[in-house]
T-cell receptor
Framework: KAGVTQTPRYLIKTRGQQVTLSCSPI?????VSWYQQTPGQGLQFLFE???????NKGNFPGRFSGRQFSNSRSEMNVSTLELGDSALYLC???????????????FGPGTRLLVL | AQKITQTQPGMFVQEKEAVTLDCTYD???????LFWYKQPSSGEMIFLIY??????QNATEGRYSLNFQKARKSANLVISASQLGDSAMYFC????????????FGKGTTLSVSS
């Protein structure tokens, strides 16, 4: 079974631009979560989508948004990029088990975003 | 507050030795999951092992085992027979049982394996 894929793997943008990152979950997984990882803040949760609905959102400004399509693929968008948005963006998918605490999240390789 | 604490910023071990990476957690929930992930320098977060709060046996996956001590709220990862390829950052994480909650990560431990 193919793992979680993320595109692009690397991205360089300038301040003020916007960016869209894509994530394809493992086949059969309906939940997709996004995380931002920086050396200073560590891993921070952005949002989670399940069956095309945002199920949870972290503490990030409205410039960060996402969506999920009917095939469970997800995109996240960052508008008006700032230097501090430079980070590794990780996507994870999980299979609904009926018990949240048993849902193992499988991560993709990440997208490294550099904002200049 | 729900929290994961990893107190070892870095650990050094020689090949073929066993190593224990510490993790303590704080939660008032009865149902929760504990996870360990490995992150090599490439960046991908690789799932290693899972322990549910109701599991009475310690989880094992190949060379990885999780030493689960519920009363002490600890979930240490034991890697037996370390290999050079084990050099990476290791994260302990917890998932509460509420729908829509996110993984709570520790700050990680960098493991360096030398020959």
């Amino acid at each position: 079974k193919a793992g979680v894929t993320q595109t692009p793997r690397y991205l360089i943008k300038t301040r003020g631009q916007q960016v869209t990152l894509s994530c394809s979950p493992i086949s059969g997984h309906r939940s997709v979560s996004w995380y931002q990882q920086t050396p200073g803040q560590g891993l921070q949760f952005l949002f989670e989508y399940f069956s095309e609905t945002q199920r949870n959102k972290g503490n990030f400004p409205g410039r960060f948004s996402g969506r999920q399509f009917s095939n469970s693929r997800s995109e996240m968008n960052v508008s008006t990029l700032e230097l501090g948005d430079s980070a590794l963006y990780l996507c994870a998918s999980s299979f609904w088990t009926g018990a949240r605490y048993q849902e193992t999240q499988y991560f993709g390789p990440g997208t490294r975003l550099l904002v200049l | 507050a729900q929290k994961i604490t990893q107190t070892q910023p870095g650990m050094f071990v020689q090949e073929k030795e066993a190593v224990t990476l510490d993790c303590t957690y704080d939660t008032s929930d009865q149902s929760y999951g504990l996870f360990w992930y490995k992150q090599p320098s490439s960046g991908e977060m690789i799932f290693l092992i899972y322990q549910g709060s109701y599991d009475e046996q310690n989880a094992t996956e190949g060379r990885y085992s999780l030493n689960f001590q519920k009363a002490r709220k600890s979930a240490n990862l034991v890697i037996s027979a370390s290999q050079l390829g084990d050099s990476a950052m290791y994260f302990c994480a917890m998932l509460p049982n509420q729908a829509g909650t996110a993984l709570i990560f520790g700050k990680g431990t960098t493991l360096s394996v030398s020959s």
